[in-house]
């Protein structure tokens, strides 16, 4: 292996007596890199937002002159640094823009816990809760319904309640079919409520049908099982699958239409 010698770096550095050679002795890389005068100006001094200048955007909004005094190239640097020797005075960035940032919007994440969200109205936000049974009921979104001024379910509350009674006649291996009348007797004993219709219900299993969640058989109606993909997914990623496919299919025929 053959042994480098040392070299004297010759990138331009800025002194109190004008530009000079770095002339930093160094092997693979010089250790003043910070110091090197770069080659081409800032975005600052690009847009005549220079040091020492009362720098304004297009509107004549105050902007942020250049503050980089040591390695932008530009000469009004150059002639503040000689300005300070001359008066043997530190070299300090000159700063007269009356430019002040914007109020902050963003803060990094805190290590502290985050607490549980809710949506706009309060209600608590959704939990996922685990399947007691994954082989046949699904992990299952829990989520907490406002009154309605009518005293009507809140939408989605009645699909949740025939999920949470579905699940419940698997896992006990009810002998008796479930059916949708069977579902509406069984909801309503259970919220204290008049039991919701069996038209109802019926419009859920269709549902579930055309999201490929549940098997339901015909003759009479009734819920048998969870498909695969209900295993899998469950209901709320089926949806969601859904949601993009009717997304990317609207997206195809605009883009038919131009």
Same mark, same amino acid.
């Given at each position: 292996?053959?042994?480098?010698? #040392?070299?004297?770096?010759?990138?331009?550095? /800025?002194?109190?007596?004008?530009?000079?050679?770095?002339?930093?002795?160094?092997?693979?890389?010089?250790?003043?890199?910070?110091?090197?005068?770069?080659?081409?100006?800032?975005?600052?001094?690009?847009?005549?937002?220079?040091?020492?200048? %009362?720098?304004?955007?297009?509107?004549? &909004? #105050?902007?942020? &002159?250049? %503050?980089?005094?040591?390695?932008?190239?530009?000469?009004?640097?150059?002639?503040?640094?000689? $300005?300070?020797?001359?008066?043997?005075?530190?070299?300090?960035?000159?700063?007269?823009?009356?430019?002040?940032?914007?109020?902050?919007?963003?803060?990094? #994440?805190?290590?502290?816990?985050?607490?549980?969200?809710?949506?706009?109205?309060?209600?608590?936000?959704?939990?996922?809760?685990?399947?007691?049974? #994954?082989?046949?009921?699904?992990?299952?979104?829990?989520?907490?319904?406002?009154?309605?001024?009518?005293?009507?379910?809140? /939408?989605?509350?009645?699909? &949740?309640?025939?999920?949470?009674?579905?699940?419940?006649?698997?896992?006990?291996?009810?002998?008796?079919?479930?059916?949708?009348?069977? $579902?509406?007797?069984?909801?309503?004993?259970?919220?204290?409520?008049?039991?919701? &219709?069996?038209?109802?219900?019926?419009?859920?299993?269709?549902?579930?049908? %055309?999201?490929?969640?549940?098997?339901?058989?015909?003759?009479?109606? /009734?819920?048998?099982?969870?498909?695969?993909?209900?295993?899998?997914?469950?209901?709320?990623?089926?949806?969601?699958?859904?949601?993009?496919?009717?997304?990317?299919? %609207?997206?195809?025929?605009?883009?038919?239409?131009?």
């Amino acid at each position: 292996m053959v042994d480098k010698k #040392p070299r004297l770096c010759k990138v331009p550095v /800025r002194k109190e007596t004008g530009r000079e050679p770095c002339n930093t002795l160094f092997v693979d890389r010089c250790t003043n890199t910070n110091l090197h005068i770069q080659r081409l100006k800032t975005g600052f001094c690009s847009n005549g937002w220079h040091e020492g200048t %009362k720098a304004t955007c297009y509107d004549g &909004s #105050p902007a942020p &002159s250049c %503050k980089f005094i040591d390695t932008c190239p530009c000469d009004c640097h150059d002639s503040l640094t000689k $300005l300070y020797a001359m008066s043997g005075m530190p070299r300090v960035v000159v700063d007269v823009s009356e430019y002040t940032a914007p109020p902050r919007t963003f803060w990094l #994440p805190s290590d502290e816990p985050v607490p549980v969200s809710s949506s706009p109205n309060g209600t608590p936000a959704p939990l996922l809760l685990e399947s007691p049974a #994954p082989d046949r009921v699904p992990a299952r979104v829990e989520r907490e319904f406002a009154g309605t001024p009518t005293g009507r379910a809140a /939408r989605g509350q009645l699909e &949740s309640w025939v999920q949470i009674e579905c699940d419940a006649w698997l896992i006990d291996e009810a002998e008796e079919q479930c059916t949708p009348a069977l $579902l509406s007797r069984y909801i309503g004993r259970e919220y204290g409520i008049t039991p919701p &219709s069996v038209g109802a219900i019926n419009a859920v299993f269709e549902r579930w049908i %055309k999201l490929g969640f549940a098997i339901i058989e015909k003759k009479p109606t /009734r819920f048998v099982g969870y498909t695969e993909e209900g295993l899998q997914y469950g209901l709320e990623g089926l949806k969601a699958r859904e949601k993009r496919m009717r997304a990317s299919e %609207k997206g195809a025929r605009l883009r038919g239409i131009r």
